[in-house]
């Protein structure tokens, strides 16, 4: 598990520099995700939406590869539109499926990369599963907007180069009792942020 | 309590012994058997119940994996994923008939949608799926019951996951009577599904109980509060251990499992053990009795055994052998017993020999004839055989002993004991019952042949004994009596056999056979002792005189004194009854002392008549040894002035015999005196002549048994002859008694014998007879003397014709 989180690192450490040569109109939003018993809670998705965020098209690709009989990352959140890929890097072969109504696919059985990324398109969860091996399980959260994260060991998501103005700020966490309700919270980001702090109900019974 | 035998103890003591183990075992048995059996179907129970939740757990199972197997399908995932109800349903239906469940139920989370498979409707099954849900664990698969319908089923669920739970399996089986038998034959448990409806009623849904017994079951649910169930119910008169286990309840329904033992089957079996085992008992008790019987035999028959041969030796019969192989206690035992028999036989053996035994002899003595005496007469008495106790007695034994020696009058003895021996048939017992009385106990012999044994006797008794070189002549009295006609027991045989013995004694006589007068006899003996005595003093007895003719001469010359008893009451008595009387008592002392002086009184008196007359007395064995007879007669001759030719002796040859020695010295003095002695019946002892010779007497005569038969038998003449010429060649004169005719006298006269005493002259006669005698006497001698011219003419004619 600390392996899997500690591949994109880089990533977001580069893309924190990038964002701060924009420093005048950006602004970070740092959230931090606790359970109802006060314990910090990993792998939430935290993002943000207005009126003119669901307009900003995705480019980015994304990537959710099958190593050692599990998806990594198990939680993944992406914006609408987004490619994912499913680079298969066990020597057993994977059949990976969804039924969620966010978006229903099958990739069956392949090994290595699939020819094609799937595209979602549709704002939603999507449960992956592997047909074959039924412990594979993995969570995309899909939203309409390009501002979001997830949080890191500690239960806080930083979310940068947020122009400031009024968000609706939502939490979702894949173990929710409301299921596929997400928590949400109006906020307006300014040049500097006080973190927020978001508590989740969380179903513990549901932790993966 | 006491045991007559030593075998009935030993059985009875050994069965109580094995019946007491037995029963001692078979109580507890018995005791135990009810508990155990509680026991053992408790267990059963227990293990049952394993079983039965086994089996509802395997079947769980096995429901829960063909679940998973369709909760697994992608098909079928896909199909809820696009949420087609039909093909959900005919998938259902499908798997619902490929498992043979009775309930399949799909519960979808995404939109809360229920497909039902079999006869329910989605409300009916709603709740018990959302319990099942409720409940669900993925780690322990619980095993679940529901009722549907008012039935009872085993329910699983298994949650379909795409990959998370998107929706319910429920699948269902119903609780039947199929379900109850398969877990009957797995378990051997009875089992009942009792159910508790909503009013509270109880109905059973499935059981291998009879309908009769599943009423009885049900009735006890609705009856007893479920916290008083006991572990023991009684189904129809069968007890059964009882345990229930509470499969579901909720507050509507209430669903039992009643799983049964029966107790009562169980104790059957046991019944069947105990049965066995009392025959086996029994039989053992037989086995046993039989295995005793025969040990107490083989302890106990050689000790009844032994208890015989101890009774036989009680009774003095040594002759029983024990004989035994056995080298146990008992053989010792045995063995033991037979030396102790041995022991005891020589020691009685040797005890006999001293009480039963006459050392002298080498004879039996007294006490062991009378013993032999008392065996034989009951023998006899049994072969109803006659038998004889011949006694006799030694003549003069005390004065033999005397003259022989103590020494060699043993030495005599038991050549007596020889010569009887010698004589009797071998098994005739031969005892010494006195000092010189002797016995013989003849079997089988009558009266008569008794008294041929005792002739046989009496003449083996004529030889003489050889005893150191010496002849010895020993006579004896013999008595006899005879079983049974003489006495019955040992002690009157022996005591009339003596009695006659003494009688034989006494008269002299050779052989006496009992008769019962004898008795009366020697009591008159008594009387006649003190008669004879009173006689002697009371001038009963009264001298007689029989002649002595001088056969040359014919003139009397002397006479004989014969004594006769005239008894106040009895009258004449002859002296054959009373003289041996009187020689045994020594009364005959008295006698011949008033005889000596009778004698003397009418020689006086017939002296003044003109009658010189010597008459001769008796003079008896005890007179001979008696030192001072020859003084009394001095005494005697003074008394009555008489010369020494008053009177003249007469003595018998057996007299002098009896103490040869001082019967000389006592004659050689009368003699002396001037007395004449005569020898009586010479010839009928067994004198020498040498003896004879040596002794002081003057004259011989000849008895009367040679004598009177002298003109008939020539053997009886030549002896007179002889006698008579002996006599005279020892210068002796010769009388012969039993001149009972002239033809006698003729023959006497004519061999020279010189006097002659009898009938033909004279018999006894009282002394005022004598005188009318000797006148009819000279009339006698004229005419024999006329006769003898006769006599003597015819003989010159013979000699004429001779001539």
Redesign the interface.
Known sequence: MMKLFKNPTPLFISLGLLLASQFVVAAEVTVEVRDSKGNKLVDAIVYIENSKTASQAASKEFQIEQRGRQFNPQVSVVQTGTNINFPNKDKVRHHV?S?SPAK?FELKLYSGVPANPVMFDKAGTV?????IH????AFIHIVDTPYHAKTDGNGVAKISNVPEEGYQLKVWHYALKTENKPAEQAITVKATNAPVVIQLDINDA?LI | MKFKSLKQQIVIIFLTLVLAIQLVGLIPIDRSVDKNVRNLVAKELEVGEKVFLNLLESNNENIINGAKVLA?D?GF??A??SNDQETILSALNNFQSRIHADIAIFHGLENEITTVSGDLTEQEALPAVQHLIDNYSASTQKIQFDIFNGMPYQLVAVPI????I?GWMVVGFEIDDVLALKINQLSNLQVTFVQQTKDKSWISNASTLSAEEQRIVKNYFSQVKSDAIANEMDVGGELYETKYLILHDNKDNKLLAVLQRSVTAEIAQFQAMKYSLFILTILGLGVFSIAIIYVSNYIVAPITKLTEYAKQLEFGNYEAEIETDRIDEIGELSKSFSAMREAIATREERVKRLAFGDETTGLPNRAAFIQQLGDRIRVHRNRNQPLSVLVLNLDRFKQINKILGRDLGDVLLYEVAKKIKAVVRGDDLVARLGADEYGVLLSNLTEEQSLIVADKLKKAFEVPLEVAQQKIDVSAGFGIANYPQHGESDEALLHNAETALNVSKLRNSDIVVYHPQLDSGAQENLTMATDLKSAIQGHQLALYLQPKINMQTKQGYAAEALVRWIHPEKGFIFPDQFIPFAEQTGLIQGITLWMLEEACRVHAALKKEGIALTIAVNISTRDLISSDLPEKIEQIFKLHDVTVDAISLEITESSIMDDPVRAEATLQRLSQMGLKIAIDDFGTGYSSLGYLKRLPVQELKIDKSFVMNMATNENDAIIVRSTVDLGHNLNLKVVAEGVENLEVWDLLAKIGCDYGQGYFMGKPMPEKDFKSWLVRWEEQIKSMNADKADTTKKKATVHKIKG
Request: aromatic letters at 12%.
């Open positions: 499926y039924f229903k449960v992956l599963g592997c047909n039924d412990t594979m399980l549901k | 697994a992608y995932r896909e809820i994923a996951k795409a990959p998370i998107i």
